[in-house]
């Protein structure tokens, strides 16, 4: 696997929320996730935040609130050093990592992930409701507690809504572009996500279809796993960090041999 990731000139990842769960961010499917407790259909569609704006926001609020109390984990910092990976800038693999996230917590970015796709938002963003024109570009608000609440889009006082995309809605076409280009790869990792949701679940049969080794790292069996060519069974948090190692290792082996 190792040796793989060397020889790859295309490496993508895609993840989601386990890659997230061993800084204590919460699921949507596994025992104790979201989805588990809510309905999505009350909370994350545009019907549920017309129908109750207040809810939808404090269900957010708590959630930014749990995220903003979470840190980046050993998965998140490898796939950023894996990220600024080209061999100018002194990375660890010399291919050209894209990372395709599911997850809206920002915790890629905090960890200093390079070419990351949000594909669905973030929770840190906003956006106007009422689509008016300056508010319609997402613009980004840290504060925890939300303040005021709920929150005002600052151009036409309206309301705002998290720069989120919720089930019902279409990903930015620009992002479904980007990964659908990221999907012809070498190496294809999915990593932490029950491979499900559409359109990102999609992307694992996409780099088959290029030919990529794909590898999927999740402690369970998912849509995804009889699809691929390896499953690693484990945390990412674990996971990551050992084929780090061992590219590491491999790397040193090929720079030290002999010609
Ligand atoms: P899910 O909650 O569906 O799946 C999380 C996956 O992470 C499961 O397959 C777990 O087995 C796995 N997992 C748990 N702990 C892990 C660990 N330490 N390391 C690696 N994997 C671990 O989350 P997603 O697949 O991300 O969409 O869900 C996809 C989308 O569905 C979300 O982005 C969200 C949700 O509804 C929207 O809100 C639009």
Redesign the pocket.
């Known amino acids: 696997m190792a040796a793989r990731l060397l020889a790859a000139r295309r490496v993508t990842i895609l993840t ?4 997230s ?2 800084s204590g961010v919460p ?4 025992p104790d ?1 979201l ?1 588990r407790q809510y309905r ?1 259909e009350d909370l ?1 569609t545009s019907t549920a935040f017309a129908r109750n704006p207040e809810l939808v926001w404090e269900w957010y609020g708590w959630r930014r609130a749990k995220v903003a109390a979470c840190h980046p984990n050993a ?1 998140h910092t490898v796939i950023a050093a894996w990220s600024a990976s080209e061999a100018a800038e002194g990375g660890r693999i010399p291919a050209d990592v894209m990372v395709l996230t ?3 917590d920002d915790l890629h970015l905090r960890a200093g992930t390079r070419r990351l796709v949000r594909l ?1 938002g973030s929770i840190w963003e906003m956006s106007c409701w009422g689509r008016c024109s300056a508010g319609a570009s997402p613009w980004r608000d840290e504060n925890v507690p939300l303040s005021p609440m709920p929150p005002r889009c600052p151009h036409c006082r309206g309301l705002a809504r998290p720069a ?4 019902g809605e279409s990903l930015r076409a620009a992002d479904v572009e980007s990964a659908i280009d990221a999907a012809a790869c070498d190496v294809f990792l999915t ?7 559409y359109p ?1 679940a999609g992307l694992v049969h996409e780099a088959r279809r290029h030919g990529a080794f794909t590898v999927e ?4 069996d ?1 849509a995804a796993s009889t699809i691929v060519d390896v499953a690693l069974h ?4 674990q996971i990551l960090p050992e084929l780090d190692r061992l590219a590491k290792q491999d790397a040193g082996a090929r720079l030290r041999r002999p010609e």
Do not use: C
């Open positions: 989601g929320a386990g890659v769960a061993a699921t949507f499917r596994g996730g989805w999505p994350a998965a599911q997850n809206v669905h989120v995309v919720w089930f990593v932490g996500t029950s491979a499900i949701v990102a790292i999740n402690p369970d998912t484990g945390g990412a948090e």
